[in-house]
């Protein structure tokens, strides 16, 4: 027998028991080829470029799951950032192209289309000014499409011109989507360090120096190293490390594997696999109980940020071991509505915003799908997304705002979205207030490399 | 003499190009059938390239008799040649592991596992089957 007995039932268990998927293959479409000076024609050329190459990718997808046996479960594009190919469009005619890119995911079977965004760290031009102030419009008026928008960046500095923008943005997208809980906030993303190789949805754009068109994988798996980490007992944190790390091995070979069988079937190259644990609402999928299974209590006691930095360490040495191509944001991603341990802790009144803050600076990728009263402002949002930007360009990494003020919507309240983006409590917000500082406008400026205390 | 997808692919598209406007469905296929077997090749377009290669199956549940009878005829009817073959018995709980090729099988992989599928239900135990290579890049460096 090639193969131990025990090496095959252990895929078997994590595959069928312990949640091991593949969270997403993500086909980047470069529509840089895509401008023409009548809007008609851009559509066109868009549409029928999606379809020309993401036209199987779901099938194709399917096809691998069932050959080796590992579900996959999302199938999603990405596209160039819209306000790059598109920067001489009006607000009007950008939210044609949100309802051109909605059709398109539409008509190839899959649930999302990302790349609605614009990168704006250091300034805006005219066209990306037009692509902000039209994010509330295409959101609300599409299912498919989410929008990310990068304000900072290690090299640059924070862009507070931006995040002003953008929380009002926020603000008015909550606004105009209040039937559905907000939900268009669901499905936009403020970054600082944004990466362009990210196949997570909704913050994955297909950055200017990407290919043509590129086949990128994100990894999943919390469930199976939260039964790793039960199963190991009493052990001290190296021999803990160790037990994550062989886990992580595992799961970000066969997510290689996965990513180049599906690149391959669809004939283009393959890019980077994500190494990011990634939770589902599904019941042990989840990054908060592998931090309770490591020894605390519940997610927000002290010892949370190290215990958090430890595991995100873990992932990142065994899956840079695993696999050449790692890329992406590749952390743990610790969303409140995704995740069932997170939403446990926030509501049992454990875990409070500022603690998720902190915890950020040690994992990707920020704070994600975190529900605020309805009534929180502008200003406030602006000083969120501009602390979350900040410890990102300190720590040179990527941090993300998704933050959702439900509207009409107080403290204790529950937004539900259902599916994957599943469910969040309505967190207690400071409302001491920010506007002095983020009124002021203009830019941090670039930080410091050296004396890095 | 064997082609992958891509050699397929590359003939598949210098026949449409060889036909030019006049290439329909049925004259590319047939352009193309005449080029590989002309080569010496199998014409067998209804088959992935999951159909070569190695399969793992996985089977478990509790014990009774004809299990091992049930899953080897379905394979046997497939034409799936079993090379390995493992079993071990936990108290009632039956797991057997078999390594088999079904690139000599008419039938493709999606086809086996539907096959399998019926045997798991009648035995009322549980079958997966695996391409080998996940097994490799998992446990093997």
């Not at chain 1, 001290?236 to 997510?255: H, N, W």
């Not at chain 1, 509501?347 to 990707?364: F, P």
Request: with cysteine; charged share 25%; glycine share 10%.
């Amino acid at each position: 027998m090639p193969y131990e007995f025990e090496e095959i039932l252990e895929t078997i268990r994590m595959t069928e028991i312990e949640h091991f998927d593949i969270r997403t293959v993500t086909m980047g479409i470069s529509l840089r080829d895509c401008h023409d000076r009548n809007i008609e024609v851009t559509k066109q050329k868009i549409y029928e470029k999606i379809l020309r190459y993401g036209g199987q990718h779901v099938k194709l997808a399917k096809e691998v799951e069932a050959q080796y046996g590992i579900s996959i479960a999302n199938k999603r594009i990405s596209v160039t950032p819209i306000s790059i190919p598109f920067d001489a469009c009006s607000m009007d005619e950008f939210i044609e192209i949100a309802k051109i890119l909605d059709l398109a995911a539409e008509e190839i079977g899959i649930d999302y289309i990302a790349g609605y965004s614009a990168l704006v760290q250091k300034g805006m031009t005219n066209g990306e000014r037009e692509l902000i102030k039209s994010i509330p419009y295409a959101l609300s008026q599409t299912k498919r499409v989410c929008s990310s928008v990068n304000i900072g960046s290690t090299k640059a500095g924070i862009n507070m011109d931006a995040i002003n923008l953008m929380s009002e943005a926020i603000k008015l997208t909550a606004e105009l989507t209040r039937e559905k809980d907000s939900i268009g906030c669901a499905k936009l993303v403020v970054f600082a360090n944004a990466v362009e190789d990210n196949p997570f949805v909704a913050g994955a754009f297909h950055g200017v120096t990407e290919p043509e068109i590129v086949l990128n994988v994100g990894i999943s798996g919390p469930g199976v190293v939260l039964e790793a980490i039960k199963e190991a007992g009493q052990v001290d944190l190296q021999q803990l490390s160790e037990v994550i790390k062989k886990t992580i091995f595992k799961i970000t070979r066969a997510g290689e594997l996965i990513g180049r069988k599906v690149a391959e079937k669809n004939g283009i190259p393959f890019g980077i696999v994500d190494i990011s644990l990634a939770p589902t609402p599904a019941e042990g999928d989840s990054i908060a109980d592998i931090l309770k299974a490591m020894g605390l209590e519940d997610v927000g006691a002290p010892g949370t940020t190290a215990a958090l930095a430890m595991l995100n360490d873990s992932v990142k040495k065994a899956g840079l071991m695993a696999s050449s191509s790692v890329g992406g944001m590749s952390g743990a991603f610790i969303p409140v509505s995704e995740d069932m341990g997170m939403i446990r802790a926030v509501q049992a009144g454990n875990l409070s915003l500022e603690k998720l803050e902190a915890m950020t600076a040690v994992c990707s990728v920020g704070l994600d799908m975190i529900a605020v009263p309805g009534d929180t402002s502008a200003a406030t949002i602006a000083g969120i997304i501009a602390d979350e930007a900040a410890i990102g360009i300190i720590n040179d990494k990527t941090t993300a705002v998704r933050i959702i003020p439900a509207f009409g919507k107080k403290v204790g309240d529950m937004v539900d979205y259902g599916g994957l983006l599943g469910k969040a409590p309505v967190m207690e917000v400071r409302t001491i207030s920010s506007a002095g500082f983020v009124g002021r406008g203009g830019r941090i400026p670039a930080p410091m490399r050296s004396l890095t205390n | 003499m064997k082609f992958t997808e891509d050699e397929i692919r590359k003939i598949t598209f210098e026949a449409i190009n060889e036909l030019g406007d006049k290439a329909t469905p049925e004259s590319v296929k047939e352009l193309v059938r005449g080029r590989v077997e002309g080569l010496g090749g199998d014409y067998k377009f209804e088959k992935g390239d999951a159909s070569s290669g190695r399969v793992i199956l996985t089977s478990f549940g509790l014990n009774h008799p004809g299990i091992v009878a049930g899953v080897t005829k379905a394979l046997g009817d497939a034409e799936c040649d079993i090379q390995d073959l493992s079993q071990k018995l936990l108290g009632d709980f039956f797991t057997m592991i078999m390594v088999i090729d079904i690139s000599s099988s008419h039938k493709d992989l999606k086809e086996i596992q539907e096959e399998m599928n019926k045997v798991a239900e009648l035995m009322k135990i549980k079958i997966y089957l695996q391409h080998e290579d996940v097994f490799r890049f998992m446990h093997r460096i």
